[in-house]
């Protein structure tokens, strides 16, 4: 495959209640952060990430062309998934071999809605949505199945909540969020407050660039060495729920394996997902996880994952690791996962 | 434009005002099912699945991508959710085709769907984000005054648009997929229906159709059966606020034409395409792109349309399948389009079909006229 970096990353310090910004203004700065990075406006392709739920309303990512300001008329697409796959789709569109730079961002703002209840509506229509099960509810039946398989305690789940948000604190695009109490009641047992990722607005961009534009662009790029996705069964009952064998797949898919990896920034919204991914991805305790404090310390829906990978590029970019790995998911209980392996 | 590409597959449902009998799911399998069927494939020989649909309110299943996976054999796939507004058909073939083409996969299925009676669209269309203002109209009200700004620009008579509706509905008698069939369609019967938003009448709109397409793109290597090359493939957008934008003629629509005829070495569109599916969901789109995507001089496409040049038999026909007008599941309206180029180019069209079709133009838009998709597929391997 031809040889494709991620060159610049810019977010949002992102905030847990709504700024008064509507999705151009959120979105501008990290665009023009980027832009002032890579040192150019113009990109051969565009490709964005967003839910029209968040907003309640359609074409959330239309007035986003208003903030690129893309005139010229700009070869441009949107998935309506985590932007982490308009990254992967500019990755592939910059195989073709005929454009060299791509610009990739994401938004979302869940202060405009409850992202608990409005999960729900991600689910089969007809045999899953009516009976009601929330984001929290799915997810607690995955934690529940995963601490029964592995003998694990709630005090693990806990450990990971604590350990994140101190990494949040430390990072100041996250949300600064207390120290985890014990005795804090459950959400939906064994979930507590502290497991689930606190409600995020924000906003990411990326640009990658080809070959000799991405080392023109970049001191240190963060080369995209393996970068795969895998889907799983939908229905919570048609998959073992204890385990993520989509994001496993991706993973071997990605070549995470075939050499140490130094950090890993994972798309965990819950605790439990932490360990889940961890194991799928066969990442050992030696493995940094997490350090930004990933989705427990911010979670603005819809750019989460790509702020993954633009965690662990910063990593390569700051000299810090020689390898990373950069995941996002999405779908209820981790149906589907993208796995990025990124080295200096 | 990378490694070759080209559709061994299409696959549509019927398309009609509801469906009862199936599920959203029900309704996407049946599509890629046929479409496998065509390439002679089973969910086996597929490495991934792109999924597109128009705004998720239209069913209200927010990415629905994932409950789909299932019924579109993408367990343990990479599976890939497009929406690029009323475009998004066209895109979700053209996300696709790169996979082929950045030489990630052999076989990738696309297909888009809507099942409008789950809901109401021009409701959907209407809602607002925060801090903007809804103008309430759905997508006719909104498309209207471009339509009489363009009359006004060109002095097109008015009986150009129902033109346009009769011509297409004729063609939709033809195709056995096709929503509406009117049988002894004829200009006075349009022109006597009501008016909707000035200057469009009941029978000059698309109607609300419940449906999905689906095609099997394959790399060189892994062609089975008669394959539509991809001769060149392209994407436009431009922001819908721009002050000074040009939205009767907008220019995303022009460099998006320009490019993809650049990929497949064409000059003069008029003569060197045989046929051409191009998104009319007005009447008056017809003259309108025309003139956009360079098939004649601009304030001359209502010329062509009324001289009979876009008919079945005419010397560049478009929308032999009856197009929009006459099927409208509208996140696979864009497919549709794609999809039937690639079946001219094959000579699997049926009664529609183009006699000795070689080479056809896909195209779809969306959004305030501001997001452009198309691609040119042909018989001859490029």
């Known amino acids: 495959m031809r040889d494709v970096a991620v060159v610049a990353f810019a977010q949002t310090a992102h905030t847990a209640e709504d700024q008064g910004l509507s999705e151009p203004e959120l979105i501008l700065p990290v665009i023009q952060e980027v832009r002032e990075k890579a040192g150019t406006r113009d990109f051969g392709f565009t490709c964005s990430g967003s839910c029209d739920y968040l907003a309640g309303a359609p074409f959330s990512f239309v007035s986003a062309l208003d903030a690129l300001g893309a005139w010229p008329p700009i070869s441009e697409s949107h998935v309506e998934m985590d932007a982490a796959w308009a990254l992967y789709e500019a990755w592939v569109r910059l195989q073709h071999g005929d454009v060299d730079t791509a610009l990739v961002y994401g938004f979302g703002k869940s202060s405009q809605t409850d992202v608990r209840e409005l999960m729900t509506l991600q689910l089969d229509p007809y045999y899953l949505e009516p009976l009601g099960l929330d984001q929290v509810s799915f997810a607690a039946l995955q934690a529940r199945a995963y601490l029964e398989r592995t003998g694990r305690a709630e005090s693990d789940l806990a450990e990971v909540a604590a350990r994140s948000r101190r990494s949040g604190r430390d990072n100041p695009y996250a949300l600064d969020l207390p120290e985890v109490s014990p005795e804090d009641g459950y959400a939906v047992a064994p979930l507590r407050p502290h497991d689930i990722a606190p409600d995020t607005d924000g906003a990411a961009a990326i640009v990658l660039a080809a070959g000799d534009r991405a080392r023109e662009m970049c001191e240190r790029p963060a080369w995209i060495r393996g970068i795969a996705h895998r889907t799983d069964a939908h229905y919570l009952g048609g998959r073992p729920l204890d385990r993520s064998e989509s994001a496993a797949a991706a993973a071997l898919a990605a070549g995470v394996g075939k050499a140490p990896v130094d950090v890993a920034e994972l798309h965990a919204q819950f605790t439990h997902e932490e360990l889940i991914l961890r194991e799928a991805l066969d990442l050992g305790p030696d493995v940094l996880v997490n350090p930004s404090g990933g989705p427990l310390a911010a979670n603005p829906i819809m750019a989460t994952g790509l702020i993954r990978i633009g965690e662990a590029a910063a990593r390569i970019h700051d000299g810090t690791a020689g390898r990373a790995v950069g995941h996002a998911a999405a779908g209820p209980c981790l149906q589907h996962n993208l796995v990025t392996v990124l080295e200096g | 434009m990378g490694n070759r590409c080209a559709v061994i597959g299409v696959g549509q449902t019927r398309y009609q005002t509801k469906r009862r009998d199936v599920s959203i799911a029900g309704l996407v399998r049946e599509a890629a099912l046929r479409a496998l069927e065509d390439a002679g494939l089973t969910f086996a020989d597929i490495d991934a699945v792109v999924i597109g649909k128009a705004p998720d309110l239209f069913e209200g299943v927010m990415m629905p991508e994932a409950y789909l996976a299932d019924a579109l054999g993408a367990r343990g796939k990479p599976m890939m959710r497009v929406h690029t507004a009323g475009s998004v058909g066209g895109s979700t073939a053209l996300v696709g085709a790169s996979l082929i083409q950045g030489g990630v996969h052999d076989r990738v299925l696309v297909v888009a769907f809507e099942k409008q009676s789950e809901s109401n669209a021009t409701w959907a269309l209407s809602t607002h984000l925060p801090f903007s203002a ?168 209502w010329k062509l349309t009324e001289s009979g040049v876009t008919a079945l038999g005419g010397d560049m026909p478009w929308n032999p399948s009856g197009g929009v007008l006459s099927s409208n599941p509208i996140g696979a309206s864009g497919l549709i389009r794609f999809a039937e180029a690639a079946l001219q180019v094959r000579g699997r069209a049926g009664e529609h079909q183009v006699p000795g079709a070689r080479r056809a133009l896909g195209h779809a838009y969306g959004g305030g006229a501001q997001f452009f998709a198309m691609w040119i597929v042909g018989s001859d391997r490029p």
């Not at chain 2, 297409?168 to 002894?184: E, F, M, S, V």
């Open chain 2, 134 to 301: 809804s103008l309430v109209v759905g997508a006719g009200g909104y498309f209207a005054p471009h339509i009489r700004e363009y009359i006004r620009r060109t002095g097109a008579p008015e009986h150009v648009g129902a033109l346009v509706a009769v011509k297409d509905r004729k063609n939709a008698l033809l195709n056995p997929y096709a929503h509406l069939k009117i049988p002894g369609i004829s200009l006075e019967m349009v022109q006597s229906t009501p008016m909707l938003w000035e200057p469009i009448r009941y029978l000059e709109t698309c109607p609300s159709s419940d449906g999905a397409c689906a095609m099997v793109l394959s790399s060189e290597k892994a062609v089975t059966g008669t394959p539509a090359w991809v001769h060149g493939t392209a994407m436009r957008s431009e922001p819908i606020f721009r002050a000074g934008r040009d939205t009767v003629n907008p220019r995303g629509g022009q460099d998006c034409a320009a490019d993809v005829y650049r990929q497949a070495g064409i000059t003069d569109p008029r003569r060197e395409l045989d046929a051409a599916e191009v998104y009319v969901p007005f009447s008056w789109y017809e003259p309108m792109w025309l003139e956009n995507l360079g098939f004649c001089a601009e304030g001359e496409g």
